[in-house]
């Protein structure tokens, strides 16, 4: 008999391939969470699972701005709140929205994209949630968009499609887009040339 | 209103700690699988969750050996099949008895402990399989215990333990381990003090 890791119980097989499905965690990564499955507590991989379950069960996107609420929270989001749609942040994930909304730099609304443009990953406009956001734009009330998507190839994708698209369709909306250049509390020497180049590009004048 | 992590709704704060009970995966990584696992197809999470509950549910540990087993097979484990009880080579976990199963070196049986001592993280005898293993000797028949524990602190804690235990209760049946040396391809430039100074303790001599 030839013995190898396909002679385990189909079981920890199917386990290792759902582990892989996560981002980050490779083929040796699952195996070795498999495993620590099943040494782990009862309890505590029957509570994993029941999590997984009711986060796709009773969680659902606000219908405003696609951020994470309760299915039973039938009103506003948390997000929404107070908030005016005059001025919508359109960003690319639930935590780049807390970390703005935390920082209260902004007082505007927003929008969750939940994710960026990447034909490499197959992601296009269609698997994002940008239609949500032009419905919410047809609706009127919003002057401006600012797009707080990721300063990477992905999110630079995503605000060029997004500007593009909007100023096809809606005219009278201003796009605009955070700021590109040195990131207080680093060190010249270290930037990169894309980082060096926009801050030389977008330099602002002293005025004094 | 002030605006954090704590702001998401309890599902997924449920979700981060589960995940966060898994080896190698921190708080960060905890949110980061958390938030993937909202946007992720409803029929991919379904499946880990189910492959979680029925790795509990549907598997065992062999009675002999300790290796997993479906429940179904209550026969023989695969692993302990033609297995000569004679000689029984002791291994920290399921992924080390099957790598050396595969190499064909070993043609004696096998005790998968499970683990190793580790009173840093409250790991002691009894949180592993070494009962199983002592009740094996007790029922006779094995001439030697080849200890294949890591070659790690925990790994020559747990075979100084094994070593003690048999030779006190069972002293017709010898205990050996592993060798320690250079291990074939390294760089004796770049072997560690450990590694060196084992080399030379255990030379042999070269009979020509």
Redesign the interface.
Known sequence: ?????S???S??Q??I???S????IGPK?A??????????D?N?????????????E??DFCKTCCF???NEDKTIC??C??KDPILICVVE???DA?TI??SGIHKGGFHIL??AISPMAGIGPEQLKINELFNRLKRGGTKEVIIATNPTLEGEATAMYLTKTIKENYYDIKTTRLARGLASGTDLEYSDFNTLSNAFENRTSLDI
């Open positions: 008999m030839t013995f190898s890791r002679s385990l119980p079981e920890v199917k386990l391939v759902a582990f499905t996560l981002p980050g990564t195996q070795r969470l498999a495993y620590f499955v099943l040494t782990q009862k505590e991989v029957a509570n994993l699972a029941t999590a997984l379950k009711e986060v796709k009773n969680l994470i609420t309760s948390k997000l709140e107070d994930s639930v935590i807390i909304e935390a939940h994710g």
